[in-house]
């Protein structure tokens, strides 16, 4: 068995993200005992031929998968969306603030946001397994602790939370920042 | 790229709202679908003061109070249903402005400014907003970026064709049927069947013949509490070295099998 066929046929296969661990253990279980450095070199060789093809190769936090190259992205999207499903603005702002803040109560995420966070929108990400239940506060009662999910991260191309655009610095708020208005108090008396 | 429609404002009649338009003669519907896109009391009071082209810090509580409870008029009487957080909000910023009216007892006396807390919130819920504006505009898996999925080739069959007679396919639902119903609810009653009774059974059914099914030695009346006897009277004959206990690994059928030697 050629071994780039071999770990070309799982990546192309497998529909999900692979680690080169399981590359390795599956492998092995057809007598081909290869390091994990061996793996990546395969990885590299494969990316190589790939060079001007429509595939490529991309490393996401659950591990390596192929994908098509973006270029192709506006020519796909027919197949796979046939109405421009647009994620609301609260679903957005409520990802962001578990992404940036995490662990997060839904109480932590409606005094941000100032509005209740409807069930549907926790539901919605819990079904996208973009977030997670991690643990509970130890506050009276207990309220779910929300976490993003490697699966948030595959699914926006990143391997780890801090390739997350950056926060904007709050601009600290001292009195002198604060300009009183002229309030010509003696009109209104 | 498609990442870009995400955060836009709703389309009416093939054009795009960019501003509330001034005129209030303007179809409820694109109204409607205006206010809808607020994701929040707060995203309200940002474009309120977005629109007025201030800085947060400097916020005139008095004026955006005022336009704020006309928005929410608005909305209301366009029968768009307020969530209760949009009048909390109104509460608060009446009760912002009427500190701000309030004269300062004394000019010594710092006091914090009654807009503060409202504006660390605003703050705070401005940078999340524009950041997930930002995340909106990553990227995203089967809307800007596709993973490869290749169809599997056939696996080869590790699983053997059943192959039985029709023989055989009648003597399994017999025994099937013969064996007790384990479901039955189980009462624990003093009268118990006899292990010894049973274990003379065994060695009178095997005194005939060599080799026996241990669910032959079954009586189906007797319930889960005849198979616990017959199995302890089974263990107990084991033990002596009587009988010898043996499993088939194919059918998973139990046997019992005299040990010539030991039978005097």
């Known amino acids: ?189 | 790229m498609r990442a870009a429609v995400q955060a836009e404002l709703p389309i009416f009649k093939g054009e795009r709202l960019t501003s509330l338009p001034d005129d209030l003669f303007i179809p409820p519907n694109a109204l409607e679908l205006f206010l809808e896109d607020f994701s929040g009391p707060m995203d309200v009071l940002l474009y309120l003061i977005k629109k007025k082209d201030i800085n947060i810090l400097e916020l005139d509580v008095s004026e955006i109070t005022e336009q704020y409870i006309s928005y929410i008029e608005l909305m209301d009487s366009l029968k768009i249903e307020l969530a209760s957080d949009y009048l909390v909000m109104a509460a608060t910023l009446a009760h912002i402005k009427s500190r701000m009216m309030l004269p300062t007892p004394s000019e010594e006396e710092e006091e914090i400014d009654p807009r503060s807390e409202l504006i660390k919130r605003l703050q705070e819920y401005q940078r999340y907003k524009t950041v997930s504006e930002d995340l909106a505009n990553l990227p995203r898996i089967e809307r800007d970026f596709f993973a490869t999925m290749a169809g599997l080739p056939s696996f080869k069959q590790h699983q053997e064709p059943f192959t039985f007679s029709a023989q055989e396919l009648q003597q399994a639902f017999i025994e099937a049927n013969a064996r007790p119903k384990y479901k039955n609810e189980h009462r624990i009653e003093f009268e118990e069947l006899s292990t010894q009774e049973r274990i003379a059974l065994i060695l009178e059914i095997l005194s005939k013949r060599n080799i026996v099914q241990f669910f032959k030695v079954l009586k189906k009346s007797e319930g889960r509490q005849g198979v616990a006897v017959s199995l302890l009277a089974s263990l107990e004959l084991a033990k002596d070295g009587r009988v010898e206990i043996i499993q088939n690994e194919e059918s998973n059928h139990m046997y019992l099998k005299t040990i010539r030697e030991a039978v005097v």
Not at chain 1, 61 to 67: D, E, K, L, N, Y
């Open chain 1, 1 to 189: 068995m050629d071994i780039n066929n071999a770990i070309e046929s799982i990546l192309i296969s497998s529909g999900r993200p692979i680690r080169l661990s399981e590359m390795k253990k599956l492998l092995n279980g057809q007598g081909l005992d290869l390091e994990l450095s061996e793996i990546r070199l395969a990885i590299t060789a494969l990316m190589e031929r790939y060079e001007n093809t429509s595939l490529e190769i991309t490393e996401v936090a659950s591990g390596f998968r192929t994908q098509v190259r973006t270029e192709f992205s506006n020519l796909l999207f027919p197949i796979w969306n046939d109405s421009n499903t647009k994620t609301s603005k609260a679903l957005l702002e409520t990802i962001a603030i578990i992404a940036y803040k995490q662990p997060v109560t839904r109480g932590d995420i409606e005094e941000i946001r100032g509005v209740t966070v409807s069930s549907n929108i926790i539901r919605n990400l819990l079904e996208r397994d973009w977030v997670k239940i991690a643990g509970y506060r130890d506050v009276p009662g207990r309220p779910a602790l929300l976490e993003t999910t490697k699966t948030f991260l595959d699914d926006l191309n990143l391997k780890t939370i801090h390739e997350l655009p950056m926060l904007p610095e709050l601009i600290e708020l001292s009195i002198d920042t604060i300009e009183t208005p002229e309030t010509d108090l003696s009109n209104i008396v």
